[in-house]
Structure formats: C-alpha cells, structure tokens
C-alpha cells in the first residue's frame, strides 16, 4: 500500500513539473519594466518618443521617395542610402511602437514568442546595417581610390547583389542565435527591466544552460560587427592616404565632403552599440544603459535621414523638385 502511494506522489510531481515547464515556457508572460521614472517624465519621454518615431517614418519614406522617383539619384551611393532608409523603418516600427505602450501603461506584457521575434528583427536590422555600412564605405573608396573604375565596378547588378547579400545575411545569421534562444527554459519572475527584449534580459530569466546561445553570440560578433569594423577603417584609411595626396585642396574637400555624411553615421552607430555591450553591467550604469539603447534604437533611424539630407545638395535639389511638382499638380 505505502509503495502505491509512493508511486502515486512521484507520479503526481511529475505532473506538476510537467505543468510547470509548461507555463513557464508556453503560458507566460515577460512583463516590461520600460523606465520607471516619474509621471511628468514619462508623460513628456511618451511625447518625445511619439514626435521621433512620427518624423522617422517620414523622413526614411521621403529618402526612398527620392531616390527611386529622381534620375539625378540613380547612383549606387543613393541605392545604398535608400537601403539604409529601409533598414531604419525595420527597426523603428519593431521598437518604437511598443515602447510607446509600455511608457502610457507603466511596463506591458509580451508573449515569449513575441519577445523573441522582436529580438530577432531588432538583431537582423542592426547586423544588416553593419554589412551595408561595409559595402558604403567600400563604395566610397573606389569612387575615391579608383575613380576611373567606378563605373565598371559598381554597376546596378552588383549593387542590387550587395544589398541583396547583406539582406541575406542579417536575417539569416541572426536566425540561427532566435532558434536556440527559443529552446531556452524561461522561470523566475519574467521581469526584464527594459523597454525592449534584449539578449541580456532575455538570458537573466533563463532557467535551462545558456551556454550554447552565449557561444553563438561570441562566435557570430566576428562576422557581424568585427569583419565589416574593420573593412571600413582600412577603406577609410586608403581614402585618407589618398585624399591627402590630392594637390588641390577643392578636390580635397569635396572628397572629404562625399565620405563625411557615411563616416557620421558610422561613427554615431558603433559608438552607441559597442558602449552598450562593451560597458560593465550594473544597477548605477543600468539607465545610461537604456538611453544608449534608446539613441541607437530610437534617434539613429531618424538622425540617418537628417545627416543624409542635410548635408547633401542633390537630395536637397530632388526635394525641391518633388515639391514644385506637387504644387503644379496642386494647382490644376
């Protein structure tokens, strides 16, 4: 009698682990802490966030608008920025819009299915721009280096080809880091104290070894960020020697002015996604953390199309043909 009841309770706690893995991994809740300020703060973060994600989406749309509308902008550097542009609507529409809930709700709740695939576009978009951000800055030192051969290099095929591959390879390599963190175990509170489902957060609530999902990422940083680093600082280095050659200081400037609007964003975006990584983790460093988060989630997709659009008089002069053309259309 007493071995049936033995059987009987090992059987029932089998049950209830069971269920328990069960609500852990398919039933329950990540809760998103977002930023736990005061009401007046947040009230003004809501609608400064609101503005950035509403001037984002139409400056990005207006850049791709140009450049396949004007025959002026039919070059493989404006390809590439219309790319960048697609890229930039990619990750703000995945962050932004839910970060917008958690601020007007004090946190919110994501499925763990939908954490994950938040975390995998935010990754594909970011690996994707680190690879384009390579291919521009090759583009550039071959306009730069090799003017005589630019043509014959970047050609419409191959440039559709780059921006294909670099498509190919930021979703496709990020894949592969979403399906093992898929296989995790998730227990605790399933509070991560962010505004969005980052891998960090994501690992601090796995119950199950991240071991293997902690040895892909480390593995894949040399592809994804390392590789195309160092592309461009040897491409950037060839046109420096080069433009310094140059005797006339016109040609010089004008040089430097072809490369400084790619380099700002170069520099705008390792700078804010190396700090976060490479920063030491902690309670004091935790909210610089999350507004490192917020320059290059939130601000960099709309500063892309400022830098762009500012500083260079073709797309200022495709604008204001745009608009002329909408005023006659207007006016019939």
């Not at 420096?240 to 005797?247: A, E, N, S, Y």
């Amino acid at each position: 009698m007493s071995e049936g009841n033995g059987n009987w309770r090992q059987l029932e706690n089998r049950e209830a682990c069971t269920k328990l893995v069960n609500n852990l991994t398919v039933d329950s809740d990540f809760f998103l802490l977002g930023f736990q300020t005061d009401k007046y703060l947040t009230i003004f973060l809501y609608c400064l966030l609101l503005v950035v994600f509403c001037g984002t989406i139409c400056g990005n749309l207006l850049i791709i608008t140009l450049v396949s509308t004007s025959k002026n902008l039919h070059t493989p550097m404006y390809f590439f920025i219309s790319q960048l542009s697609i890229s930039d609507l990619v990750l703000t529409t995945d962050i932004v819009p839910n970060t917008l809930h958690i601020l007007l709700n004090n946190g919110g709740t994501i499925t763990v299915n939908g954490c994950i695939t938040q975390f995998y576009f935010f990754c594909s978009s970011e690996a994707f721009e680190c690879f384009l951000l390579m291919v521009m800055s090759y583009d550039r030192y071959v306009a730069i280096c090799n003017p005589l051969r630019y043509t014959s290099v970047m050609t419409n095929d191959r440039c559709v080809l780059l921006a294909a591959i670099c498509w190919l390879l930021g979703f496709s390599i990020t894949l592969m880091d979403c399906i093992t963190i898929s296989m995790l175990t998730f227990c605790g509170s399933n509070t991560i104290d962010h505004f969005f489902c980052d891998l960090a957060p994501l690992l601090e609530n796995a119950c199950s070894s991240t071991y293997t999902i902690e040895l892909e990422v480390f593995i894949m940083c040399f592809p994804i960020l390392f590789i195309p680093l160092t592309v461009i600082i040897v491409s950037y280095f060839n046109i420096i020697v080069t433009i310094l050659r140059f005797q006339s200081n016109i040609s010089r400037q004008k040089a430097f002015s072809t490369c400084s609007s790619h380099l700002t964003v170069v520099s705008i975006f390792y700078f804010t996604l190396l700090s976060v990584y490479l920063f030491p983790k902690g309670e004091q460093s935790l909210n610089f953390s999350k507004l490192l988060s917020l320059l290059y989630t939130v601000f960099t997709p709309l500063i892309n199309p400022i830098i762009y659009s500012l500083r260079n008089k073709e797309i200022k002069k495709s604008l204001q043909e745009m608009i002329k053309k909408l005023a006659n259309l207007a006016m019939m």
